[in-house]
């Protein structure tokens, strides 16, 4: 949603892009030859591993946008709780605070199931650039993207390095 | 042969989603469902950490909607502590949480639904976006993008960045309104009030082209609740809980917040894991409701802010009692940016924002603390539970997009049913019932990121619908 907050400059953006695949966009396929794909979240289920390696194998640059998908960040708290997390948070969550006779969602084959870590972006594919924040600020977006609409290499130093 | 679709993912809405919907032997639309597909585990994860933390934690439960879990948070933390938070500190959060209400609801409007509603249904997927709305409509898009960019900027001036500024706190807020920030605000106020007036004016004018839709486009009776002011008028972070049925009449008023599981209860069915949150005293049939703005526009008595009061008449109008189309949550929203519009106006002009006395300070006074806010899509209950020490032995987070579950299912159901038919499926006919999830605005992140804890009722049917065996928690 940081994205968006780049309000007048997404003009621009539209101008320099065509945009093929995005939670803003209708296209449901990732599609092959992408010049660049922004990748927010940490990875936290299958369905996340499958798009991210998905995504890896159709395009040239892939960035690690965000504190989430640089370093697992908040969704990665669930690590903490050691071997068997992914299966104590459903617990807690499904039958603990639920139902008498509440149960875990099953594997149908469209809930996604939780891999046992939460891992960020590089874990699991090979990454080209990282964009920190939470969430990295409009300003720092742009800075990041100018240079590569421009054809350039993205550089961010200083300010712009910062987590949180 | 019987069969099911999978909309995958559903696009142009906040979080993971996607929809099943069940062709029977001769291609018909037997039912459909909703599945929201990420979960996170906050309500573990969080526990035996400080409260103090959860205004920091819980925000980044979602990027759309973070200052409602701010808010929430810092109230549940208020109430741990047992203070009144200083006067200038209330009104401070209230102007935050009409910045989001702006933000929110332009992104919805603009960003995610304009596109369907302005370039229409049939539209090609490619252009059906924000981007394609730009192209088309580059002034009406532009000055979208800039209301939500004011809406944001109110968050910005307020507590130092756009999302998940660490602002609000147990007790009150960090720092007051600053003389430029109000100043850059109210300057830029008459844009956005063109804007909004604007939108209003070329949105009305498509409705009556539009009602054939509305009726199918999660069209029935429900009850709606959310939070109103002690006369009853429109609210949004303070107030008491009040339910009105689908005839306009209150069922039940001046709730405190902190009760809200005697009111509220859930439902889960043998045949899916969907639980549904219902009125409690009317059962699970009868007491389903709706939150969010629809469900606040019919509750409250009115708006308290006159040019927002004109429009909630030619709103009223649409129903008999209560509005009860879906697809009217859409113009709901618009009306609550004119209003969350004129209320920001009114705060700017009050010289306490800048007030030093921002925040209360105490210990552990009581060992559980419920705070509620309207969340742009509806209310938003924290409760916490803590230790001597303050560390958190209980989580529960009521979300607003849990509490339209049953809504949402039932609205993507009556869709496919009207459009689909003869097991003949088109892309277009896939987007409008993708739609019928986008009227509500569902914050899907939220929704899974916390699942609530609230008494329970479940029902066991048998083949003929004769009740088999029934079960309840408190």
């Known amino acids: ?164 | 042969m019987a069969s099911r679709i999978v909309i995958d993912p559903v696009t142009r809405i906040e979080g993971h989603a996607k929809i099943s919907v069940f062709l029977d032997d001769h291609g018909n639309v037997s039912d459909a469902a909703f599945h929201v597909v990420e979960f996170r585990g906050f309500e573990k994860f969080c526990l035996g950490r400080p409260y103090t933390e959860m205004t920091g934690i819980t925000p980044r439960i979602c990027g759309i909607c973070p200052v409602s879990h701010l808010l929430a948070s810092a109230k549940a933390g208020d109430a741990i502590m047992a203070v009144s938070i200083p006067p200038a500190a209330d009104k401070l959060r209230r102007l935050m949480n009409l910045g989001q209400i702006v933000q929110s609801h332009a992104l919805s409007f603009f960003h995610l639904s304009a596109p369907d509603l302005l370039l229409g249904w049939d539209a090609p997927p490619a252009d059906r976006n924000v981007f394609g709305l730009m192209a088309s409509h580059r002034e009406l898009a532009r000055a979208g993008i800039r209301l939500r960019q004011f809406g944001q900027e109110v968050i910005e001036v307020l507590g130092g960045k756009r999302i998940h500024p660490a602002w609000a706190v147990p007790g009150g807020v960090r720092a007051p309104l600053g003389n430029e920030g109000r100043e850059r605000l109210q300057a830029w106020l008459p844009e956005v009030f063109a804007t909004v007036r604007a939108t209003l004016a070329l949105y009305r004018g498509t409705l009556p082209a539009r009602e054939g839709e509305s009726r199918v486009f999660g069209d029935f009776p429900s009850l709606f609740m959310g939070l109103v002011a002690p006369d009853g008028t429109w609210e949004h972070h303070g107030g008491r809980l009040r339910f009105t049925d689908a005839g306009g009449r209150i069922v039940a008023d001046q709730i405190e917040p902190r009760d809200y599981r005697d009111v509220i209860a859930e439902c889960a069915h043998p045949s899916s894991y969907l639980k549904s949150p219902y009125y409690r005293p009317l059962g699970p049939e009868a007491g389903m409701y709706r939150v969010g703005p629809l469900a606040r526009l019919n509750i409250c008595s009115r708006m308290g802010v006159p040019e927002a009061d004109e429009e909630l008449r030619r709103f009223r109008a649409l129903g008999r009692g209560a509005v009860t189309s879906s697809f009217h949550y859409h113009y709901a929203r618009l009306i609550e940016i004119l209003a969350a519009l004129e209320y920001i106006e009114r705060a700017l002009r009050d010289p306490d924002l800048g007030s030093a006395e921002l925040r209360a300070d105490a210990g552990i006074n009581s060992r559980r603390g419920v705070g509620a806010s309207e969340a742009p899509r509806g209310t938003l209950f924290h409760d916490y539970s803590v230790d001597a020490n303050g560390l958190l032995t209980g989580v529960n987070l009521i979300v607003a997009t849990g509490q339209n579950n049953l809504a949402m299912n039932r609205t993507v159901a009556q869709i496919a049913r009207h459009f689909v038919t003869g097991g003949r499926i088109t892309e277009p006919m896939l987007n409008r019932i993708e739609h019928g999830i986008r009227c509500f605005d569902p914050c899907l992140s939220c929704s899974t990121h916390a699942v609530g804890h609230m008494a329970l009722h479940v029902t066991l049917l048998d083949a003929d619908g004769k009740v088999r065996h029934e079960a309840w928690r408190d």
């Open chain 1, 1 to 164: 949603m940081s994205f968006l907050d780049l309000d007048e400059f997404l003009f621009e953006v539209a101008e320099a892009v065509e945009l093929v695949c995005s939670p803003l966009a209708d296209g449901k396929e990732y599609p092959s030859g992408v010049d660049l794909c922004l990748i927010e979240g940490a990875v936290c289920n299958e369905d996340n591993l499958e798009l991210a390696r998905r995504i890896r194998a159709r395009t040239r640059l892939v960035v690690s946008f965000g504190d989430c998908a640089v370093t697992g960040n908040v969704p990665a708290l669930r690590n903490v709780l050691g071997a068997g997390n992914a299966a104590d948070v459903l617990q807690c969550a499904y039958v603990e605070h639920a139902a008498p006779g509440g149960a875990v969602p099953p594997p149908d084959g469209i809930v996604p199931a939780l891999l046992p870590r939460v891992l960020p972006l590089h874990a699991v594919i090979p990454v080209d650039h990282y964009l920190p924040g939470c969430p990295p600020s409009a300003s720092r977006i742009k800075a990041f993207l100018a240079p590569l609409l421009a054809g350039g290499a993205p550089r961010l130093e200083g300010e712009q390095l910062k987590f949180g």
